[in-house]
């Protein structure tokens, strides 16, 4: 008998409740998913290339988790109040009809525990399965291929969730059901009692209104120009101004909701009352709504602005070689390529390289004016006439310290053309191009100056007339990307030679053939090359080499802190602020449901009080998501301004528009929140329509 009521109850909760425990269950799955990081395959293959980094993310995961078990606490604590107060006459009526106290919290502790086993035993599986779908999916996205993947299972991670979970849950009702226990048997039975809230005048919420605004255009301002990113006080000055901003909006908005109920048609069905109860919910609930407003813009700008990074973070630069090497126990520079065959060649290595081919690049030598070889006089005086925008003075600040450009010989960088696919450039002898790594220059000051050299601009280059031409050049000239050039010209092989005096570095680029890479993925073809060329000890002959798992294993390292971290506590953000947004609303309409029963008994139907209803629910709930979603606007706009370097900034458009399509995907989980909630309220509504005696 006590068994099956225990049952029934656990049962009734979860169908009532179902947003409540639908929360928990993605908590349970966002938790084993973050814990089990260190097991996905790219952070294991990570793990080898950039293990440093890899180890302080990892040593962040505790640190997250403690975090979010602080804000679950809360958000269980919260929706298990609101569903203990509504049973607060059921469990009068039990201490009522005998039940002893004890008795009654061994059943309350028992439907506590049975519906977190079934929350976990339902979402521990889901976690596991999507875990390994993230770790394939990923690997495939990334070229790492699944033909060496093994399912993983994270036993410490599954026991990580089981205990955090339980012990927020057990501690959160501890505390809630002592409240309980020491109430008396009246104080159970007692309807709920409406505390009044005294009411300013309209002019107090309209200054505030008014203020909150101007704080949030302050901290919009300080975000997007990067001031508060200068310095740590800045930065809190911003979060302060963002903070206060949305509670005194918020607090203000009771005198608008004020205007649109004298606004409105009086002939509309419920109209009045519908708009009542929504300035009563704001007047009572306008700082837990504008700090749910703050959690659900942290969850869009985290989710926007991580999938936006990892996104585009590989469009800057393009693959083309898989290894670079430099031979320094070459005689002379002319030997290095013929002395690396060589040694490939005695170790059965040379059939695995389709192409090898030189990048000479070097300097000026025997400059006439030392280290001021080169002037461009026309080019900046080109630029000054441009329109006076960032760009523009962007370029001619950087331009204006070039004097002493590195130099790159023209038929390698030909090589380098046809191996990516792209037409060869075409010199004459007093002809160069200007080469510009992408970490130093964007799309709008590439095409800016593309129009300058449109003119063939002459410049002098240790005192010889030099006319550039053709378009800025950006291919990768070597695997490693921490060999960039700001700022290079590109010319015939003579003039190269001529103003180098033979002088220059030689690298070798290497792509690997068909054969090496057709048994598996390139990611595993090039890590089974790398563990064959360690094997030789090519150090001891002066060759060192860099292959293309350096240069993605960077890059993956970021897509995978910019997205797994941002996108786990995206999640966190947004299931806490909606479920306090529909607990609460749901324990105010339970605290007004004698004024729904008078409606009933004046004749309101059923549809027209759920209509009104979720009227309340579009407004309580629609606020703080339309506020949050401007606010991402500015917030994903303020979170490049400080995170991005200058060479990524050059995919910013395009981060952009991926973030502003992941805002509009997390919209449209909020309308599945708003839906769900209006349907507990349309099966509260309907136990109203029943008579009830007074008693």
């Not at 009654?104 to 049975?114: K, Q």
């Not at 291929?145 to 990580?160: K, M, R, Y």
């Not at 203020?211 to 000055?237: C, E, F, N, R, T």
């Not at 449109?454 to 007339?465: A, C, I, V, Y």
């Amino acid at each position: 008998m006590f068994s099956n009521l225990i049952l029934r109850n656990s049962k009734r909760n979860r169908k009532e409740n179902g947003l409540f425990f639908g929360s928990l269950i993605i908590s349970i799955v966002a938790f084993y998913i973050i814990l089990s990081l260190s097991k996905q395959d790219v952070m294991v293959f990570l793990a080898k290339m950039e293990s440093d980094a890899v180890n302080k993310l990892l040593l962040m995961i505790p640190v997250f988790y403690g975090m979010t078990l602080g804000i679950l606490f809360f958000l269980i604590y919260f929706a298990c109040k609101y569903q203990l107060e509504r049973r607060r006459k059921e469990f009068g009526v039990y201490l009522m009809m005998g039940m002893r106290r004890s008795k009654l919290f061994i059943m309350l502790l028992a439907e506590d525990l049975l519906s977190s086993i079934l929350a976990l035993v339902i979402g521990l599986p889901i976690a596991v399965l999507l875990s390994e779908l993230i770790s394939l999916v990923t690997a495939k996205l990334v070229g790492m291929g699944i033909i060496g993947h093994q399912f993983t299972f994270s036993l410490s991670a599954v026991c990580f969730t089981v205990t955090g979970f339980l012990v927020i849950k057990l501690a959160a009702f501890l505390i809630l059901s002592g409240k309980i226990s020491r109430q008396e048997i009246g104080t159970l039975l007692a309807s709920f009692s409406e505390k009044e809230k005294k009411q300013r005048p309209a002019f107090v919420y309209g200054t505030c209104t008014v203020s909150g605004v101007i704080m949030l255009a302050a901290a919009y301002a300080m975000a997007i120009q990067g001031i508060a990113w200068y310095a740590p006080d800045k930065m809190l000055l911003t979060l302060l101004l963002g903070l206060l901003g949305t509670i005194f909006l918020f607090y203000g908005m009771r005198a608008l909701i004020a205007l649109l109920v004298k606004a409105g048609k009086a002939n509309r069905k419920l109209h009045v009352f519908s708009f009542r109860q929504i300035q009563e919910n704001v007047m009572h609930q306008s700082t837990s709504m504008a700090i749910s407003s703050l959690l659900i813009l942290a969850a869009l700008c985290c989710f926007g602005a991580g999938i936006g990074i990892a996104g585009t973070s590989r469009q800057a630069g393009e693959h083309v070689m898989d290894y670079t090497f430099q031979d320094y126990g070459a005689e002379s520079s002319q030997d290095v390529l013929s002395h690396l065959k060589t040694v490939l060649k005695e170790n059965d290595l040379e059939t695995q390289f389709s192409q090898l081919f030189e990048m000479r690049i070097g300097n000026v030598r025997n400059g006439e004016n030392g280290n001021h070889v080169f002037q461009m006089d026309s080019v900046m005086e080109s630029l000054e006439g441009f329109t006076q925008s960032e760009d523009r003075d962007v370029l001619l600040n950087n331009l204006g310290y070039v004097d002493y450009p590195y130099l790159i010989c023209l038929s390698d960088y030909n090589r380098l053309l046809e191996a990516a696919g792209k037409p060869a450039l075409v010199l004459e002898e007093n002809e160069a191009a200007v080469y510009q790594d992408y970490d130093f220059t964007t799309e709008s000051r590439m095409d800016m100056l593309n129009r300058i050299l449109s003119e063939h601009p002459e410049t002098l280059l240790n005192g010889t007339p030099l006319y550039l031409t053709g378009k800025i050049q950006s291919v990768d000239l070597v695997t490693d990307r921490s060999i960039t050039l700001s700022f290079a010209l590109i010319l015939p092989d003579e003039q190269f030679l001529q103003y180098t005096n033979g002088e220059y570095e030689v690298y070798i680029n290497g792509i690997m053939s068909r054969k090496a890479v057709k048994s598996g993925s390139l990611m595993t073809a090039i890590s089974d090359m790398n563990a064959r060329l360690d094997e030789l000890c090519l150090e001891d002959m002066g060759i060192e080499y860099e292959s293309y798992l350096q240069n993605i294993g960077r890059q993956l390292f970021y897509m995978v802190a910019a997205s797994y971290i941002t996108i786990y506590l995206a999640i966190i953000f947004l299931v806490v602020a909606n479920t306090i947004m529909g607990v609460q609303f749901l324990m105010n309409q339970q605290k007004t449901g004698r004024r729904y029963q008078t409606l009933v008994h004046l004749g309101a139907t059923y549809k027209d009080i759920c209509l009104s209803a979720r009227k309340q629910i579009n407004w309580f709930m629609g606020l703080p998501v339309f506020v949050a979603a401007i606010s991402s606007i500015f917030g994903v706009k303020a979170l490049f301004a400080g995170m991005l370097s200058s060479g990524t900034k050059g995919a910013e458009r395009e981060m952009l528009l991926v973030s502003a399509a992941m805002i509009l995907l997390l919209c449209v989980v909020e309308y599945i929140y708003v839906t769900i909630i209006k349907r507990s309220s349309d099966r509260y509504l309907l136990t109203l329509m029943q008579p009830q005696r007074e008693e």
